[in-house]
């Protein structure tokens, strides 16, 4: 295929004597939602992260479009302009307001002119109902729309794919749903998506490939219903049996 | 061991009166408690300052009205400088200094924090700097200082008057503290923040300007101010190099006239400048506690 936008291959990752990721390979197709599941420390987080640069890779490689990630010539600031990046506890900055942080990728990383990415931004917070918070700073907003607004932010990058680090996991049960609607919403319009998440039925109903990481180690992926309804490996079934 | 919560309900509500000897310190009579251990205490200073064998000599010598009035004002006839006057040049000094040391303070943390490969000579150089002005007492930098850029010969900079010097040396020691300041509280953002911005695409130098230093300046602030305010007091330091301030003109006083009452002159004038400062910082802190008791609940 050559829509693959991200691909990994056989990264390896370590911190100390700790070997996060084993040899870890992975392709991600344009307008494809992949869904990362595995239990906590199963190296979710370290592999988005050795996606976009934020971990450097200690064997594999990772590629961009084609492009290998490695090459000592390639610059990480310009990689992570094409990758968006969710995260756990949103990270909004909260001396900027909420059109501020949306605003300050476009204008001080691409360097567009404050005039036209406001009204872009405003549209986007409009799609997510939050276009009168625009002036508002973060701590006002409740959880479900900071992660919103962080989702928006990294949007407004107009990025080539989202990386999303289990962007549910910090929120109220009750403010879950309206972020995972936001989700569901953005692959229908055909987001490339990377989705490291808890939430089972979500990735069953919006993935179109799940895979499953078990301590670094790519056990096994393949659609929603080749995961969930008969899983290959001993381990992805046990993993299944526990979070049901 | 019974794990009822009304195990005592059975005797009547508990006794919630505290006991005699302690009610003047419960509720609203704390008020009467407090006013009377102020005006105890107070007695007591007083009582000791009069009483003592010498109680009279040290109100000559350190408390005389007229000589703390001769001082402050000073005798040109005599050659006694004035303590008044004198305090203007430790106030233009530190608020020089405060200029120079913020930036320079800055200039510094943020070298050390660099990433950059270009930078490294320049980030072990800072490295030292922290460590050796942290460590060397203020007075001998201003002996060095004051005493040994005069005989390197270089100039314009070996013809300043001994304040300039003074001004040189404070902000070179200051600057290794407040550096350090700084990188503390740039330390103090959370590492999401760094993670967010760079995942933004910002540059390392974007990310401190836009996202990490505009949250930090605010936890700086209070610890800045201690800062400032122990450097408006090291400005007296200056009278080692001759420098006329308010603390050289008071020795001055006392070398000439025979009593001390100069010294409390230049103790009230320092208190005067430092106890506005040491309020507002105190405040200062207060509502930031206040404000971080109100987020976390």
């Known amino acids: 295929m050559n829509d693959v936008v991200l ?59 084609g492009q290998s990630l490695m090459d000592d010539r390639v610059d990480p600031d310009l990689v992570r302009r094409h990758i968006g990046m969710v995260f756990q506890s949103f990270n909004l900055f909260p001396h900027l307001s909420v059109l501020d942080n949306i605003l300050i990728g476009p204008v001080y990383a691409l360097k567009r002119k404050r005039s036209d990415v406001r009204s872009e931004a405003l549209e986007l917070l409009a799609r997510i109902g939050l276009a009168d918070r625009a002036d508002e700073y973060p701590d ?20 080539a794919l989202l990386l999303l680090d289990e962007v549910t996991s910090a929120l109220d049960p009750t403010l879950v749903g309206e972020v995972l609607d ?31 990481l078990d301590s670094g180690v790519l056990v096994e992926q393949g659609t929603p219903e080749e995961i969930f309804t008969k899983p290959q490996h001993a381990s992805t079934r046990a993993f299944l049996e526990r979070v049901r | 061991m019974s794990l ?52 009279a ?63 490294f ?18 007075l001998l930098v201003m002996f060095i200082v004051g005493f040994g850029i005069p005989e390197l010969g270089l100039g314009f900079l070996s013809h300043q008057s001994p304040a300039v010097y003074g001004c040189i040396t404070l902000t070179v020691t200051y600057s290794a503290y407040v550096a350090e300041v700084y990188r503390a509280g740039l330390y103090s953002v959370p590492n999401g923040q760094l993670l967010a911005a760079r995942s933004l695409g910002l540059t390392h ?35 080692t190099l001759g420098a006329i301030e308010a603390v050289r003109a008071a020795q001055i006083y006392d070398s000439t006239e025979f009593n001390s009452s100069s010294y409390v002159v230049a103790a009230l004038l320092f208190l005067a400048l430092t106890i506005p400062l040491t309020r507002f910082t105190d405040r200062l802190i207060a509502r930031d506690r206040a404000r971080r008791l109100a987020g976390s609940q």
């Open chain 2, 205 to 239: 130098a974007s990310t401190m300007r836009r996202v990490i230093l505009p949250q930090a300046i605010r936890t700086v602030i209070p610890p800045l101010l201690n800062d400032f305010i122990s450097l408006q007091k090291d400005t007296a330091l200056v009278s």
């Open chain 1, 182 to 212: 936001l989700l569901a919403d953005l692959a229908r319009q055909g987001t490339t998506m990377l989705i490291a998440t808890h939430e089972m039925n979500f990735a069953r109903d919006v993935a179109h490939r799940v895979a499953y």
């Open chain 1, 7 to 65: 691909s990994l291959s056989a990264v390896v990752k370590r911190f100390g004597d700790n070997e996060v990721l084993r040899g870890v390979s992975l392709d991600l197709h344009r307008h494809e939602v992949v869904c990362l599941i595995g239990s906590s420390g199963s190296g979710k987080s370290t592999l988005l992260r050795c996606a976009n640069l934020l971990e450097s890779v200690d064997a594999g490689s990772v590629t961009l479009f």
């Open chain 2, 4 to 55: 009822e919560t009304d195990a005592s309900a059975s005797d009547g509500p508990p006794n919630l009166f505290a006991p005699r000897r302690r009610r003047l310190f419960v509720g609203r009579r704390g008020v009467v408690a407090s006013t009377l251990s102020s005006v105890v205490l107070l007695a007591a200073i007083v009582a000791v300052f009069y009483l003592a064998p010498g109680g």
């Open chain 2, 57 to 119: 000599q040290v109100r000559y010598y350190f408390f005389n009205p007229h000589n703390m009035w001769v001082s402050f004002v000073g005798d040109p006839g005599k050659g006694l400088s004035s303590v008044g006057l004198g305090i203007l040049t430790n106030i233009w000094m530190f608020l020089l200094c405060e200029v120079l040391i913020l930036v320079f303070g800055l200039l510094i943390a943020s070298v050390r924090m660099s990433q950059s490969a270009v930078l």
């Open chain 1, 140 to 159: 006002r907003l409740s959880g479900g729309q900071q992660q919103r607004v962080a989702i928006v932010r990294s949007l407004a990058m107009q990025p």
């Open chain 2, 121 to 138: 000579p320049l980030r072990v150089l800072s490295t030292v700097y922290t460590d050796v002005f942290r460590g060397i007492p203020v």
